[in-house]
């Protein structure tokens, strides 16, 4: 189908942090297939577990126990503090999961109508209910009748959901990335997440993260939310999780751990040994190799060279992020760097029109963190946009 607009570069092979194309060119991937390959691209740890695990068992459905299955589930719950999963095979099925839950409750409680706070400029997915979670009216576009049970507020803005509160009683969860990603890498104040916190414990509604693009070492933590120390009640991670191998985890606790019960929800591939051995190697790597902390470390690092690069370079708005997810805000359209950029061997993305947004592997040299910071910066300042 048409959805994805032409597409012009035609990738056959990456290895660590780089790709090539099919003219044997090589780029430095400081996308990693929008936040997917944290490990860089064939990691032999992942081959390894994946050739193992083809020779073994590839799928068998959730009718049976999955071994793989239940360690990740058991390792992600240590790491993140939660209680109980649900896999699935990508974010937004993730999400789905977690506004099913956040519906659960709202249904025991005797709601017709239960509703989600979700926030303006966010990213949730592209099935209906994610679309609908989506803060961007271009990419529903078209696509009515939407379905109900969502409330909108400005990201970082604790005041409009206490004023939300006062109009709605019928409100059961609030949905939110804790760094928006395709939003354009918005970073809310330092104390929004502890805010929102201590409302959804006055007003008994679930704290539900959505960490699919910031999960699985991004930020510089495991999860993002472990920067602002509480403790969410639903947590949806997928992008890194499998090193480009799909899968998808909605992660619940408390209250929320003990609404899905036998036969409320489900999926045919979600957790299959495959997918699963994929996302142990993940961990047990970013664990292993430190790559974590190596990330944070990198990330400020980054952060600062840009910031001394560009801080007064003219059409630049903003220089933001944490970790290996960083956004330079320009004060205009920018969607050609993508493309300049490519002739420099170099792979970025654009999102929300005006903001270059880096997500390279976890595994960057320090060299290549220096090179990306040399090049970005000698890209923005070099662009003056096409006229209109
Ligand atoms: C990518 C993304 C999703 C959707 O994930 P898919 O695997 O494309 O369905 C949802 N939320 C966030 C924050 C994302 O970055």
């Given at each position: 189908m048409h959805n994805y607009g032409e597409r012009t570069l035609t990738l056959v092979r990456g290895e660590g942090n780089y790709v090539w194309d099919d003219r044997g060119h090589r780029y430095l991937d400081a996308i990693s297939g929008i936040a997917v390959c944290g490990l860089g691209h064939c990691h032999p740890k992942v081959t390894e577990a994946l050739q193992e695990q083809a020779n073994t068992l590839l799928h068998v459905s959730n009718l049976y126990n999955i071994p793989p299955q239940q360690q990740l589930a058991d390792r992600l719950v240590f790491l993140s503090g939660m209680d109980n999963v649900f896999f699935s095979n990508s974010g937004a099925e993730a999400n789905e999961a977690a506004i099913k839950l956040a519906r659960k409750l709202g249904n025991e409680r005797g709601l017709v109508t239960p509703q989600i706070v979700v926030m303006e400029g966010a990213f949730h997915g592209r099935t209906l209910a994610t679309l609908t979670a989506t803060g961007n009216e271009k990419a529903q576009q078209?696509?009515?009748p939407l379905p109900e049970g969502f409330l909108r507020v400005p990201f970082n803005d604790v005041q409009a959901i206490e004023n939300l509160a006062q109009q709605h009683s019928d409100i059961v969860a609030i949905l939110l990335e804790p760094i928006q990603g395709e939003g354009g890498v918005r970073v809310p104040d330092t104390d929004y997440l502890k805010q929102l916190r201590t409302l959804c414990d006055r007003h008994d509604w679930l704290l539900m993260l959505?960490?699919?693009?910031?999960?699985?070492?991004?930020?510089?933590?495991?999860?993002?939310y472990q920067h602002a120390d509480i403790v969410p009640d639903v947590l949806t991670t997928a992008k890194g999780l499998g090193n480009g191998v799909p899968i998808g985890a909605c992660l619940a606790r408390g209250k929320a751990a003990g609404l899905f019960t036998a036969g409320s929800h489900g999926s045919?591939?979600?957790?299959?040994p495959l997918a699963c051995r994929a996302g142990l190697a993940v961990l047990e790597t970013l664990q292993g190799e430190w790559l974590i902390e190596r990330t944070e470390k990198l990330g400020e690092q980054l952060l600062h060279s840009l910031r001394m690069r560009l801080?007064?370079?003219?059409?630049?708005?903003d220089i933001r992020g944490q970790g290996l997810m960083i956004g330079i805000e320009l004060n205009h359209p920018c969607a050609e760097l993508v493309e300049r950029a490519r002739e420099q061997a170099l792979l970025i993305n654009v999102t929300a029109g005006n903001v270059v947004r880096l997500l390279p592997?976890?595994?960057?040299t320090d060299e290549e963190c220096q090179q990306l910071a040399n090049d970005v910066s000698t890209l923005i300042q070099q662009f003056t946009p096409q006229a209109v």
């Open positions: 078209g696509f009515a959505d960490e699919i693009q910031t999960g699985n070492g991004r930020s510089g933590r495991m999860f993002a045919t591939f979600g957790g299959n801080g007064d370079c003219p059409g630049v708005v592997p976890l595994t960057l």
